[in-house]
Every structure is written in structure tokens, then in C-alpha cells.
């Protein structure tokens, strides 16, 4: 009796070593595959051995926790629509802060309203350093000709100095030469803080710095600390100074003031509630950022994002759902991703526990990005590199729709860096490698493909679907689908 008895304890055991195995490999890795998804399902269907143990794992067994195909919407997807919002907005460059902003604001706003949508304009105070006053005098003589201060840090001060070329300004090329002198710098891909830090710290008194591109803005972003006069030049003006430079001893004045001034910039928030009746207690977001960079009309950055969500919320509205969806614009993402960072500070907690998707879309029209790859190049991008249900759901969707699963890779950059670093599934939708109009005064509506925005909000509007649409039950409470797809990791250029 005794050994029937243990035996049979031993079988029960095997039985739930095998299934509690399975569930490892399923459920908690949501990211690898069909495979899962058999697993799944055979798991939860009704005549297999595992039904006796049910109650004690009803969670994981579940197969209704499981989603199981896209809900496509391709079909109402209008990419006229979404052109007439990029033609708006990028008739005017929308830096935070400024009167273009508000204008998109006001008209993004408008858009939701007249599609029924309770809307929220969120302020929020951003800080930045207004140009007063900038000169350069090369040999006491004025430079003419486009010339501009930095942004991001006080670059006030009169100084004048023998001018020293250090390159690139990388480490290596700073020497002791440059102390108590004006540095003269040339752009390239390293961050103007890095620059202006590494000849700080031998001691540079101001800097001019020139473009490396012979067309290409030369408005640019310095840090706190970077506080010493700093003025940029055109790539023509700065070869200019090189030869004179190399010719004898140049002497150059900058006279440069800013002012710290505070303004607001704000988030546009769109809510849709399911019904009572039928609703998960889930919230979905699809947001894009309306901020462009000053000097730049950003109809790819990121008015098409903009365009995206407001053509998105069109399409919800006329659907009947059970998760919350939150259409967001934010502002000031261009300053350091401050609207967003905002937002995601300022959710109650209970709200930010029931956020279980933040679909990010910046950069998603351009003709010229995307290269030769599937699916206009779209690829999704996570700050720390790992699948979530949002990459997962992203996959599916352009595999259903276009039969290419589109990769992920890691960055951040964008509004998902927020929502990431609180633990809510979170990705960058973008094409790559990117147009040479990025943050350029040339980022206009002429380079927007009406093919790639429809392409961005068939996937991104379906994968929405299918987590919102009442025919889909609730996402598993540990955040996790198997991936309905298998898609790769791609260290993509940009
Ligand atoms: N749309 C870009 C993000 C981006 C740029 C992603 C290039 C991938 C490649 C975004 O608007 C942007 O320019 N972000 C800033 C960072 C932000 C923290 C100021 C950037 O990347 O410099
Ligand atoms: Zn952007």
C-alpha cells in the first residue's frame, strides 16, 4: 500500500516537474517563438494529462491569456491623412517652448477633440538659454555671415585670444596649447559637450566650432558646465579660419549672451476608456514627440510620428475596445526627452502598474531612410536591447501584414526611454539607417513617402488592436505573450 502510494507520488511529481519545465520555457520567456506558442496551447487544451493540475497553475495554463493571432487593419489606414498633418506641422519649425510649438499643440488638440476624445493638455516647465547677443571678431575685424550660439548651457562671456585649431577635439588632439586661448573645433559625429569638455579642461577660454558638413545646420546641444563662450560657424567660414591659422598668429573675440528663461511646453493626452462592461483595467499608449529642434521644420521628426497617432486615434475611434488606449504627444523631446520624462513621473502608481504597452513612433516617414531593407527598414529599438510585448506584437504585425518580421535592436533617444526605466514594455519604432535631413533645416514635407506612414501605422495600429480589441482576452498579468513570430536582433546603422 505504502509503495502504491509513493509511486504514485513520484508520478505526480514527474508530471509536475515536466509541466512546471514547460511553463519555464513558455510564459517566462515570452520572446522565442511559435514554439512557445504550441507549447501553449497544448498545455491548455481540454484532453491532455495536464488538466488534473489545473487549479494549482491556473494562471500559466490559461491558454485564454494567450494571443493568438493580428487583428489587421491595413484596410483603414488613410496615408492622405496622415500627409495633411505633416504638411501642417512642418510649416513651421516647433522647438519647446516657442510659439510653434503651441500652434501644433492647438492643432493636435483639435484633431482628438473632433474625433470625440477627452483630451488633457499637460504643462510643464522647461528651462533653456535665450540668445541675446553674439559677435566674433577675427584680427579685430567683425565675421560676417551666419554665426550662432549653442544651446543648453550659459555661453555668456566676452573673451579674446589667440585662436588654436585642435581638430576634432577628441582627446588626443587637445593639447596644453589651447590654455588661456580660443579653441577652434570642427563638428563630427562626437557630441559638441564632449568637445567643449575636453578643451576646458586644458584650459580653452572660448571656442568656435565649424561644421563638418558642407550644408548641414550647425545648431547643437551643450551641457551644464559648458559655460564658456561658444559660437558656431559655417564648414566654408571655419576652413577659413584653418588656413588663416596656419598662415600666422590669428586673434579672435567672441561676444556672446544668453539669458535662462523658463517657459512652458506641454503633453497632448487623447484617452479612450473601454466600457464598463467590458474592460481588462489594462492602458495601452501610442505616442510620438510634436517638438522639432529650433531651425528645423522636423516633418520627419517627428511631425510624421504625430501624424501616426492622430490618424491611429481616427481609426480606435470607431472601434469598440476593452483596454484604455492613451493617443500622447509630448513635448520638449528634443531637450532631453523632458515631456515624456514628465508624463511617466506625474502617472498615479496605480495607473503606471496598468500601462502594458508604450508604442513610440518618431522618424517614420522619411523617403530616403530604411536602405534595402524589409519593410521600408522599419526596425524597433528597446533601451536595453531585449524583445518585449511590444517588439513581440510589432513582429507579428509586419509579418501578417507584410509577410517580413521587422528586427529589434538597442537605443534609446526617444520618449520609450522614460516609460523603459519605470518597467513598462516600451519600444522605438524608426526607419534606418536615417535621411541626411535629420535635425536639418531640409526636413521638409517634400521628403515624406505617404508609403512608409502607411506602412508604420498598418503595423503599429494592428498590433494595438489586437491587445485592445474585446475578441483578445487580457495580456497575462506578468506582462508576457510568446512571440507570435520568430524576428532577429539587428545591430542596424543608423
Ligand atoms: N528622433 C530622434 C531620435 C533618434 C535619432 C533616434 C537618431 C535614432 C537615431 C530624437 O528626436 C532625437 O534627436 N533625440 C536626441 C536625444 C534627446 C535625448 C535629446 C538625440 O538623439 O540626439
Ligand atoms: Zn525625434
Redesign the pocket.
Given at each position: 500500500m505504502l509503495r502504491r502510494k509513493s509511486l504514485y507520488g513520484i508520478l505526480v511529481l514527474g508530471i509536475f516537474i515536466v509541466i512546471g519545465s514547460l511553463y519555464f520555457f513558455t510564459d517566462n520567456q515570452p520572446n522565442t517563438s511559435e514554439k512557445n506558442m504550441s507549447v501553449n496551447k497544448e498545455v491548455g487544451s481540454d484532453n491532455n494529462t495536464v488538466g488534473e493540475n489545473e487549479d494549482n497553475n491556473s494562471k500559466e495554463v490559461n491558454h485564454e491569456n494567450i494571443i493568438k493571432e493580428i487583428i489587421n487593419i491595413s484596410e483603414e489606414v488613410n496615408a492622405d491623412n496622415m500627409y495633411e498633418t505633416v504638411t501642417y506641422l512642418a510649416e513651421q519649425p516647433r522647438a519647446a517652448g516657442t510659439e510653434g510649438e503651441k500652434r501644433a499643440v492647438d492643432y493636435i488638440e483639435s484633431q482628438f477633440k473632433s474625433l470625440g476624445y477627452e483630451t488633457t493638455i499637460q504643462e510643464f516647465p522647461i528651462e533653456y538659454y535665450k540668445e541675446i547677443r553674439k559677435a566674433i571678431t577675427i584680427n579685430d575685424k567683425p565675421l560676417e555671415g551666419d554665426i550662432r550660439t549653442l544651446f543648453g548651457s550659459n555661453v555668456s562671456g566676452k573673451v579674446k585670444g589667440e585662436l588654436v585649431h585642435v581638430g576634432k577635439a577628441t582627446v588626443s588632439e587637445v593639447g596644453e596649447e589651447v590654455k588661456g586661448k580660443i579653441a577652434l573645433i570642427e563638428n563630427s559625429a562626437r557630441p559638441y559637450y564632449e568637445k567643449i569638455s575636453n578643451v576646458m579642461n586644458k584650459g580653452a577660454i572660448g571656442a568656435i566650432m565649424y561644421n563638418d558638413q558642407p550644408n548641414g545646420s550647425f545648431n547643437g546641444m551643450v551641457k551644464d558646465g559648458n559655460d564658456i563662450p561658444i559660437i558656431t560657424i559655417s564648414r566654408d567660414q571655419g576652413q577659413k579660419l584653418v588656413d588663416q591659422v596656419e598662415k600666422g598668429t590669428v586673434i579672435a573675440s567672441l561676444d556672446v549672451e544668453v539669458e535662462k528663461v523658463t517657459t512652458p511646453s506641454y503633453n497632448v493626452i487623447a484617452t479612450m476608456k473601454p466600457d464598463n462592461s467590458n474592460n481588462t483595467g489594462q492602458i495601452v499608449t501610442v505616442g510620438a514627440?510634436h517638438d522639432s529642434v529650433p531651425g528645423g521644420p522636423g516633418a520627419n521628426?517627428?511631425a510624421s510620428g504625430v501624424s501616426a497617432v492622430l490618424e491611429l486615434a481616427r481609426i480606435f475611434s470607431q472601434k469598440s475596445i476593452d483596454t484604455e488606449l492613451r493617443f500622447i504627444t509630448f513635448g520638449a523631446?528634443?531637450?532631453?526627452?523632458i515631456g515624456s520624462t514628465y508624463y511617466v513621473n506625474n502617472l498615479p502608481s496605480e495607473e503606471k502598474s496598468k500601462i502594458i504597452a508604450h508604442f513610440q513612433m518618431?522618424?517614420v516617414g522619411a523617403a530616403a531612410a530604411g536602405g534595402q531593407n524589409p519593410a521600408g527598414g522599419l526596425i524597433m529599438f528597446t533601451p536595453d536591447g531585449r524583445k518585449n510585448l511590444v517588439t513581440d506584437l510589432g513582429a507579428a504585425a509586419s509579418k501578417n501584414i507584410f509577410s517580413e518580421a521587422i528586427p529589434y535592436g538597442e537605443?534609446g533617444?526617444?520618449d520609450h526611454q522614460p516609460f523603459h526605466d519605470v518597467g513598462i514594455p516600451a519600444a522605438l519604432f524608426?526607419h534606418a539607417p536615417?535621411e541626411p535631413d535629420?535635425?536639418q533645416p531640409t526636413d521638409t514635407i517634400d521628403k515624406i513617402s505617404k508609403e512608409k506612414l502607411q506602412q508604420v501605422a498598418e503595423i503599429i495600429g494592428s498590433a494595438v488592436l489586437t491587445i485592445a480589441s474585446p475578441e483578445t482576452p487580457a495580456i497575462a498579468e506578468d506582462k508576457a505573450v510568446p512571440a507570435l513570430v520568430e524576428y532577429e536582433y539587428e545591430n542596424r546603422a543608423?
Open positions: 514627440h521628426d517627428d523631446e528634443e531637450k532631453g526627452l518618431d522618424m537605443l533617444r526617444s524608426i536615417l535629420y535635425h543608423l
